[in-house]
T-cell receptor
Framework: GAGVSQSPRYKVAKRGQDVALRCDPI?????LFWYQQALGQGPEFLTY????????KSGLPSDRFFAERPEGSVSTLKIQRTQQEDSAVYLC???????????????FGQGTRLTVV | DQQVKQNSPSLSVQEGRISILNCDYT??????FLWYKKYPAEGPTFLIS?????DKNEDGRFTVFLNKSAKHLSLHIVPSQPGDSAVYFC???????????FGSGTRLSIRP
């Protein structure tokens, strides 16, 4: 498909379990973002990649969160020892360039809904 | 602390009338402002943006107004259509930074 693809769509994890969330960006898109969206809130920035380089990880809430994009395409967000407060929708977005105009807009995937029980 | 605030969690507008969604921000370093639209079970989609050097940007039925002195922007949709029913997020960024900061969203409902 032509859009940003995220998998799985839904994930239920037991507290303490490790999870890995996958993002397939649009082919050729340089920028890739991860956001966390809690219920009733707007997306909160987690981290940003430009190709394979992670240029900003200031939004990662703890060292249990780790993201990678080793070949500058597919990205994985890993959460270790999940806690209940990690329950949220995790959104991935990609853009051709840094997304500030209609020509460089960020395209979001449908998200992965993580529920930690 | 919320740098981008959308104080109205919901708004109901009659079809054909104007919808006005409001947003306030606190960081004077923001120089780009964006509006995203989100349908249930989908990711946000880009709607319209405005640079801080402008005070208005228009795209079809959608117009964004920026008042820098008041640190306020608004999205006008006219005429409102049933397909406009969605959650609208206001967002802002600094050109030199990587992150886009989102507001908490306003749920717009267009009633017949």
């Amino acid at each position: 498909g032509a859009g940003v693809s995220q998998s799985p769509r839904y994930k239920v994890a037991k507290r303490g379990q490790d999870v890995a969330l996958r993002c397939d960006p649009i082919s050729g898109h340089v920028s890739l973002f991860w956001y966390q969206q809690a219920l009733g809130q707007g997306p909160e920035f987690l981290t940003y990649f430009q190709n394979e380089a992670q240029l900003d990880k200031s939004g990662l809430p703890s060292d249990r969160f780790f993201a990678e994009r080793p070949e500058g395409s597919v990205s994985t967000l890993k959460i270790q020892r999940t806690q209940q407060e990690d329950s949220a929708v995790y959104l991935c977005a990609s853009s051709f360039d840094f997304p500030t105009t209609k020509n460089t807009e960020a395209f979001f995937g449908q998200g992965t809904r993580l529920t930690v029980v | 602390d919320q740098q981008v605030k959308q104080n109205s969690p919901s708004l109901s507008v009659q079809e054909g009338r104007i919808s006005i969604l409001n947003c306030d921000y606190t960081n004077s370093m923001f120089d780009y402002f964006l509006w995203y639209k989100k349908y249930p079970a989908e990711g946000p989609t880009f709607l319209i943006s405005i640079s801080s050097i402008k005070d208005k940007n228009e795209d079809g039925r959608f117009t964004v107004f920026l008042n820098k002195s008041a640190k306020h922007l608004s999205l006008h949709i006219v005429p409102s259509q049933p397909g406009d029913s969605a959650v609208y997020f206001c967002a802002a960024s600094r050109n030199s930074a990587s992150k886009i900061i989102f507001g908490s969203g306003t749920r717009l409902s267009i009633r017949p």
